[in-house]
């Protein structure tokens, strides 16, 4: 009984060495995540990535007191007319903006880069498209 186990382990085995790729692996362009440093200096650790996965959801960033309600749920007690504890101090609510605006003008600028990114890409292949064109004439006119 143990040959046949250790037959059906080998060919087990040969098929997730099939999947696997010797040598180095061709480079991989990822998009640009957002970083700490990309949130700015006045957020606490893991405040500005937890705020940006709010923002790409498209929900309300909770604030102090909201901890543990959704958004659904603050913006709906919003409707009714109660006033959440977070939005009646000044200085809480200026702090609150100012941490917003710069998760905010983060993700502007990881947009901004990915787009500029992709223009400068299109610009590359296009002037590569010419250039094989100019290059294919001249094989012609020597022919």
């Known amino acids: 009984p143990e040959p046949e186990v250790a037959t059906q382990q080998m060919a087990a085995h040969s098929d997730d060495d099939a999947e696997d790729e010797f040598g180095p692996k061709p480079f991989v ?7 700490q440093k990309d949130f700015g200096h006045a957020l606490l650790p893991g405040e500005g990535a937890a705020m940006a996965a709010y ?13 543990g309600l ?17 939005s009646r101090h000044r200085r809480m609510e200026a702090v609150r903006l100012r941490k917003e605006n710069q998760i905010y003008s983060a993700d502007e600028k990881r947009a901004l880069a990915n787009f500029n990114h992709e223009e400068r890409t299109k610009r590359e292949t296009k002037i590569l498209s010419q250039l094989r064109e100019m ?7 020597r022919k």
């Open 29 to 35: 362009p990822t998009a640009p995540g957002l970083t």
């Open 55 to 67: 923002i790409a959801e498209g929900k309300r960033i909770p604030r102090r007191g909201e901890i």
């Open 70 to 86: 959704t958004p659904d749920e603050i913006t709906q007690y919003e409707d009714q007319g109660f006033v959440m504890s977070g």
């Open 135 to 141: 290059v294919r004439k001249k094989m012609d006119a």
